[in-house]
């Protein structure tokens, strides 16, 4: 309950947001305010890990003023996404890394036009996924450390977005080629 007092500090709720935080906060999850001066929030659901599923993500969609999700290493998927479409005003960070999201899912994330920062790390997101992100044009960081995006398809997505900073993450190089050992001929 003391992040549920804290969420509503500033000033009285809407009922429905009061529910909202009571059903994040039973799932596990926490809403915080991101500052003592800043009447915005953050949603956090990373530390319960795969017990986090869809469902839990439906009460998010009555918060107002969110700034963060994080969902990084839950069970969500594609589908769970469709809650976070109402958050476009405010939601500015997005973690999905180690979830089951894939390219379906990025069409739910299209429309989230504030977002400056999304961890794609460690998902199915391939280079048609994140050709999907063409119209956020505020994102400034994208993850996509171990997904099925290209450098190909991070450099199209560059072209479309300049000011983004895609992280594919670091990569071996390639193996040098075998040589075979020449045989010394004896005289």
Not at 5 to 31: D, M, N, R, S, T
Not at 62 to 77: A, E, F, I, Q
Not at 153 to 178: H, M, Q, S, Y
Request: aromatic share 4%; proline share 4%; charged share 25%.
């Amino acid at each position: 309950m003391t992040n549920l007092f804290a969420f509503f500090q500033a000033g009285a709720p809407a009922a429905g947001e009061a529910a909202a935080v009571a059903a994040i906060e039973k799932a596990g999850g926490a809403v915080r305010k991101i500052a003592q001066n800043d009447e915005r929030h953050e949603v956090d659901f990373h530390l319960q890990g795969a017990a986090v599923n869809d469902s839990h993500l439906k009460p998010v969609a009555s918060l107002k003023k969110v700034m963060r999700v994080h969902l990084g290493k839950t069970s969500v998927t594609d589908a769970g996404l469709a809650a976070l479409k109402g958050l476009s005003a405010d939601l500015a960070e997005l973690h999905l890394e180690g979830t089951k999201i894939t390219d379906a899912g990025l069409a739910h994330v299209k429309g989230l036009t504030n977002l400056v920062y999304l961890n794609l790390y460690g998902t199915a997101v391939t280079d048609a996924g994140i050709q999907q992100l063409a119209g956020l044009k505020n994102l400034k960081n994208l993850y996509v450390w171990q997904t099925k995006v290209t450098e190909e398809g991070a450099k199209k997505l560059k072209a479309t977005l300049p000011t983004v900073n895609i992280d594919r993450g670091w990569e071996l190089p390639p193996a040098p080629p075998k040589t075979e050992e020449k045989k010394e001929e004896k005289k």
